[in-house]
């Protein structure tokens, strides 16, 4: 693949440069061992996981939570042990 370069890109339209950034990002994320995560950021994730499978009711769909941070919060924001919400 030919290389790049910031001038190459910018020349691109918008809607070329987000296909780039897409067709970028579904390449990391179909090698997703290729990114290692750190300690921490492991048992973040179990911990939310483990949240998860005790009690599913206290989740919210991903577009939900975007949606209400776009607009200044939801009304009822739920606040989990640990700091994380």
């Known amino acids: 693949m030919p290389r ?10 918008v809607a070329e440069r987000v296909q780039l950034a897409e067709d970028i990002w579904d390449s990391i994320a179909a090698n997703p061992e290729s ?13 939310r996981l483990s949240m998860l ?3 599913p ?3 919210r769909p991903c577009l939900r939570c975007a949606a209400s941070s776009t607009r200044g919060g939801d009304p009822s924001p739920r606040v989990y042990p640990g700091g994380g919400s």
């Open 53 to 55: 499978e005790a009690d």
């Open 57 to 59: 009711a206290r989740t």
């Open 4 to 13: 790049l370069s910031i001038e190459d890109i910018a020349e691109l339209s």
């Open 35 to 47: 990114l290692p995560i750190t300690e921490a950021q492991r048992l973040e994730l179990d911990r």
